[in-house]
């Protein structure tokens, strides 16, 4: 099985191996998910499993292709560490997004030379690939990715299902087992003030590939779609201050929005999500809302709508 077969950049930018969703309890979180995306949990299954460095506890969990790392900081919280820092002035709210690297090696030494701030595991700057030691990874600061955080990571992570000859079997009962009819996650939207200059941004500094480029009529937005590995990523630039993405940005800036979900089945997913007490709403033809506090903070949409140039289109 080839795991970086759909990559980007130079380095090899690949999988993209989690969304991390920031919450207080993340036993609570996990049973959310659990009953109402069907997810399956595959680390820190019975209870989460704690990390020193991060000063945080998260478990992993799948729902289809998407990968959810559900964190919660350490108590008491310690506002000096970056997950603190995050949940203190955040609380609920998607926190992150990670990729596999093929040569982190080699993008964090082009990243350093270049003069670009990364962060190593704990907080503070990295200043020579030689300071990781055993771990393998490193953050993109949200400064100079258009306020999205990024982790990058130079192994795959122990455990996960998708890396299983079994997996192509398995990821179906998302689709045809499952009343949300999920079949792969559509694309993450980054919340930006400017998508032009975001767009710049993701193409210089992670050789994103633009996909397409567009306006959105429901959100009332214009946005450029990229891909970096093998995730779509939507910068999404509101147009008033009125939609959910624009009180989003009005309130944090640029800053990780909201995840939608591709689904076969409009009709099936807004009964189950109304039968779990989940409200959602149809924002328009082919794509249904989810309210953000039922869904613990995180935006998450539902769509049948085609993405236009999709290169992972089946």
């Known amino acids: 099985m080839q795991h970086l077969a759909r990559t980007t950049g130079d380095y090899g930018l690949g999988r993209m191996i989690h969304s991390v969703h920031m919450t207080a309890d993340v036993a609570t979180l996990n049973s959310f998910y659990e009953d109402v995306f069907g997810a399956l949990i595959f680390r820190g299954i019975d209870e989460p499993e704690y990390l020193d460095v991060e000063d945080r506890w998260a478990s992993l969990m799948l729902i289809g292709n998407l990968c959810i790392e559900s964190m919660a900081p350490n108590e008491p919280v310690d506002a000096t560490k970056p997950v603190g820092k995050f949940y203190t002035k955040f609380g609920q709210h998607l926190h992150s997004v990670g990729f596999r690297v093929a040569d982190l090696q080699g993008l964090g030494d082009h990243m350093i030379a270049g003069g670009t701030y990364i962060g190593r595991p704990g907080g503070g700057q990295l200043k020579q690939m030689a300071e990781l030691g055993a771990l393998p990874y490193f953050y993109l600061s949200p400064r100079i990715t258009s306020g999205l955080m990024i982790e990058l990571c ?149 769509s049948t709508e085609p993405i236009p140039n999709d290169p992972f289109q089946k």
Request: overall charge negative.
């Open 154 to 302: 130079g192994v795959d992570m122990r455990g996960d299902p998708r890396l299983a000859d079994t997996w192509s079997s398995q990821v179906k009962m998302w689709e045809n087992g499952h009343p949300l009819t999920i079949h792969r996650l559509a694309y993450v939207t980054l919340g930006v003030q400017d998508a032009d200059e975001a767009l710049d941004t993701y193409l210089k500094q992670l050789q994103a590939v633009l996909i397409h480029s567009g306006r959105d009529e429901i959100e009332n937005c214009r946005y450029h779609l990229v891909q970096l590995g093998d995730c779509l990523l939507r910068l999404a630039e509101p147009l008033d201050g009125h939609s959910g993405l624009g009180q989003h940005v009005q309130r944090w800036g640029n800053a990780i929005y909201a995840l939608t979900l591709g689904v076969r089945d409009l009709d099936s997913a807004r009964a189950w999500l109304s039968k779990k007490g989940v409200r959602a709403e149809l924002a328009g033809p082919g794509r249904l809302a989810a309210n953000v506090e039922d869904c613990h903070g995180a935006p998450y949409f539902f």
